[in-house]
T-cell receptor
Framework: TQLLEQSPQFLSIQEGENLTVYCNSSSVFSSLQWYRQEPGEGPVLLVTVVTGGEVKKLKRLTFQFGDARKDSSLHITAAQPGDTGLYLCAGYNAGNNRKLIWGLGTSLAVNP | GAGVSQSPSNKVTEKGKDVELRCDPISGHTALYWYRQSLGQGLEFLIYFQGNSAPDKSGLPSDRFSAERTGGSVSTLTIQRTQQEDSAVYLC?????????????FGSGTRLTVV
């Protein structure tokens, strides 16, 4: 069974701090996606990484796909209260009947 | 419409009643997914439709759960004889294809409460 483990499970920080959350697996994925979910809403896609070692930046968010395509990280610089939410990673592997495998998420709270 | 639409947004039902949850995907999206999410938890896969292929029902927790997708567009998730453990947010998502570069667009969900 392919699993994606996310850490930490919960994170509470002050506005302006930096943070990194992780998404790890023992399996290789063709791509990794990151989503953010706010209360009362569905997850919203932030980024897709498809190449081992790839780094993508989205304003203050930096996403990295591991060289072996088994893990990914999300780094947020100078966190703001608007970054608060549940961050979910999802891996794609054609062997899973072409559907995503989801981690359980990191719940981030950024306090003003 | 511009996004994935789900209705109702909230549903309270009595234990033992049947419920139907509706999902309108983005027009032209060939793949449609149903997930369940309990409070503060990750996503539990339920069922997946892709074009005219037989649906992937591998995530349905029991035979009380079923889903249809009519005309390759609107989908209905039906839960028969609801139980309290069915209380959760039911999320629908669609995508324009399946493959490593295709992301999902989610609706806002239906919050189901079984009392």
């Amino acid at each position: 069974t392919q699993l994606l483990e996310q850490s930490p499970q919960f994170l509470s920080i002050q506005e302006g701090e930096n943070l990194t959350v992780y998404c790890n697996s023992s399996s290789v994925f063709s791509s990794l996606q990151w989503y953010r979910q706010e209360p009362g809403e569905g997850p919203v896609l932030l980024v897709t990484v498809v190449t081992g070692g790839e780094v993508k930046k989205l304003k203050r968010l930096t996403f990295q796909f591991g060289d072996a395509r088994k893990d990914s990280s999300l780094h947020i610089t100078a966190a703001q209260p608007g970054d608060t939410g549940l961050y979910l990673c999802a891996g794609y592997n054609a062997g899973n009947n072409r559907k995503l495998i989801w981690g359980l998420g990191t719940s981030l709270a950024v306090n003003p | 419409g511009a996004g994935v639409s789900q209705s109702p947004s909230n549903k309270v039902t009595e234990k033992g009643k049947d419920v139907e949850l509706r999902c309108d995907p983005i027009s032209g999206h060939t793949a449609l997914y149903w997930y369940r999410q309990s409070l503060g938890q990750g996503l539990e896969f339920l069922i997946y439709f892709q074009g005219n292929s037989a649906p992937d029902k591998s995530g349905l927790p029991s035979d009380r759960f079923s889903a249809e997708r009519t005309g390759g567009s609107v989908s209905t998730l039906t839960i028969q004889r609801t139980q309290q453990e069915d209380s959760a947010v039911y999320l629908c998502a669609s995508s324009s294809g399946t493959g490593e570069s295709y992301g999902y667009t989610f609706g806002s969900g239906t919050r189901l409460t079984v009392v």
